[in-house]
Every structure is written in C-alpha cells, then in structure tokens.
C-alpha cells in the first residue's frame, strides 16, 4: 500500500518569489555602471567590479551610506534626485528582460510575486520598460516595506506572510549573495540564477552556492523545465 501523499514531485512550491534587478531585468550592469561614474571621482578604487561586490542585491541606502563616509557630508536631495535622473534614463535606453523569463512565468504552476532591493518607482520602470509589467502588477514587495532589508529575511517573510504561504513551502530565485543569504534565512528553498550580462564581469556562481544557493542554473529555460508543472498523463 503506498501511504505517500500523490504531491507531484515537479511541484514542491507553492510560491515562487522573484528577485528583480539581475533576475527578471538585465539591469545590475546598467545601474552598477552608473554607480561607478557617481562614485568613482570620490575614490577611483571603484571600478565595475568593486561597484558589484560592494552593492549588487543590497538597497540604495547602501550607497548613500557609502556617498556620506566617502565625503563626509549628507547625501543631499539632490544627490539622490540626479541619480535617479541618470538611473532611470540608462534603463529606458537600454533595459532589457533576462533572456526567457516571460515564458518561464507563465509557465509557473504555483503563486509568484516579485521581491526586490528596489524602490516601487524604479521596479515599475524596470518591468515596463522589459515589457513584464503585465506579469507582475500587484505582486510587488518592495524593500521600501521592511526595516531590514536583504540580507536580512523580512522581505521574503513578508511575501510569504501576505501570499498565505508557510516559508517552507517558498521557491525564492536570486542572482545576488545577500538574497540567496535572505532566502537561507528565511528558511526557504533558493535557486541561484546566473543569467544576468553582470556574471560576464564579475562571476559569482560558487559564491552564491557558499551562501547557501540549493541550486544553481544558467537560464530561465534550465528553470523552467525543473519547476514547470509535469504535463497531464495520457
Ligand atoms: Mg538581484
């Protein structure tokens, strides 16, 4: 007699929680390239790479932290304004979607949501410039709803709280080790995406596994084939 429950062991999540930057958007060497020319005339040390590994998955605060030790005075409002200006006119010039990412959702079995270090501003730039906005339009959790954001888990526990979903039970895709870190926190399962044109700089695949990645895939099609739902029997 078999006792098991008949749970199909090609759907083990019931919420796929979604990183943005780097994820669903091609967009960490868009921004980290503006990051080094804000940057780097306060100390030239920071190139492209340094720029990565100090920032990618963290939110802004991170750099306006770095802004005021670096010159000693407050990030000014207009500061962050002109940041923002140059940001957001590199995205709408050259954002484009990760390669197979609206096939692989809309092949999803389960819930999914976006959870992002970003600003609600700047993720509903990103997604409509990438042409995903109708995907993922009220299913936004910005890091502008914690206190602590990534690493820390509150984020992912938010989505999770507010979707109905045990943490257990939560698949969480990251390019980033702060978030594969969120994730492992969390108590969920995290799949290490290495997909974003950022990897060709700086190549963060074994450390993502270090923090803890469960997996790691080179695609959305790789993923897509792993989560979809088994087709029906004949
Ligand atoms: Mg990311």
């Not at 270090?117 to 995907?135: F, G, H, P, V, Y």
């Not at 914690?146 to 109905?164: C, Q, T, Y």
């Not at 080179?218 to 792993?226: C, K, P, R």
Request: hydrophobic residues 40%.
């Amino acid at each position: 007699m078999n006792c098991c429950p008949m749970t199909s062991p090609r759907q083990p999540f019931d919420l796929v929680i979604l990183d943005c930057d780097g994820v669903l958007v091609d967009s960490e060497i868009i921004s980290c390239r503006t990051l080094v020319d804000i940057l780097s005339p306060f100390d030239p040390g920071y190139d492209l790479e340094t720029v990565m590994r100090r920032y990618l998955g963290r939110p802004s605060s991170a750099v306006t932290e770095d802004y005021e030790r670096m010159t000693g005075r407050p990030a000014s409002a207009g500061f962050t304004r002109d940041w923002r200006a140059q940001l957001f006119a590199a995205f709408r010039s050259d954002l484009q979607p990760v390669q197979g990412v609206r096939d692989a959702v809309e092949a999803f079995g389960s819930d999914y949501c976006v959870a992002s270090s970003s600003d609600e501003e700047r993720i509903e730039i990103c997604l409509r410039k990438a042409e995903l906005w109708d995907l993922f339009e009220g299913r936004i959790f910005s890091t502008t709803r914690v206190r602590r954001g990534k690493p820390a888990p509150d984020l992912f526990l938010l989505a999770a709280r507010e979707r109905g979903v045990a943490p257990g039970r939560c698949l969480v895709i990251e390019d980033s080790i702060s978030g594969v870190t969120a994730a492992k926190a969390a108590g969920m399962t995290a799949y290490g995406l290495a997909a974003g044109s950022h990897f060709a700089v700086l190549d963060q695949r074994q450390a993502l596994l270090a923090a803890g990645a469960d997996r790691l895939f080179e695609s959305w099609h790789e993923i897509a084939l792993e989560i979809a739902p088994a087709p029906a029997p004949h």
